[in-house]
């Protein structure tokens, strides 16, 4: 990825431009999520598109979805890895459809403070409920996740009432075991 500090301008930057407070980070208790150096491809999202992680995280993930597959649940990937750029570009996409900053802010993190950015992060569906939606916490899926994922390394990063002003996100699920 190159040197922490040219990482940080160009969050720094984002930021800027996007009229976020340069305290963000530390305002809403995230820390600066760096891109790793290496990213190996998972297979494809719900929508096609070809998703990656880091080894570690790819390794856990591909064992998680294999065990709840063996106890006939399926888990399907919606997200993974994001570069700094396309999760600026999410944001733009918002601001451009004239959702407000501080309402989009509730819903993603800032460039910079994603934990996608890792390589460690998925954003998790399963058949017969809406992608990316509350409605997740009822499936059988959200079940096994909250059940068995710790033994995969995998947590919920963002639940009800977290101190980081994200919205509750069920299907958010961050790789920490390293």
Wanted: hydrophobic share 45%.
């Amino acid at each position: 990825m190159g040197s922490v500090s040219a990482y940080a301008d160009q969050v720094a930057q984002h930021l800027r431009e996007l009229g976020i407070s340069p305290t963000y980070g530390i305002d809403r208790r995230l820390p600066l999520c760096e891109e790793p150096e290496e990213v190996v491809l998972v297979g494809l999202d719900i929508f096609g598109r070809a998703r990656h992680l880091a080894a570690p995280a790819a390794a856990g993930w591909s064992a998680m979805r294999d065990a709840a597959t063996a106890d006939a649940v399926g888990l399907l990937l919606v997200s993974a890895f994001r570069t700094l750029d396309y999760q600026r570009a999410i944001i733009d996409r918002k601001l451009q459809q004239g959702a407000p900053i501080d309402e989009i802010l509730r819903a993603n993190a800032a460039p910079g403070y994603s934990e996608h950015h890792t390589g460690r992060a998925v954003d998790i569906a399963t058949r017969g409920c809406p992608p990316l939606t509350e409605a997740f916490e009822t499936t059988a899926a959200f079940a096994w996740l909250t059940t068995h994922a710790s033994r995969f390394g995998f947590v919920m990063s963002f639940p009800r009432d977290n101190p980081h002003g994200l919205v509750y996100e069920p299907w958010h699920w961050v790789y920490r075991d390293s």
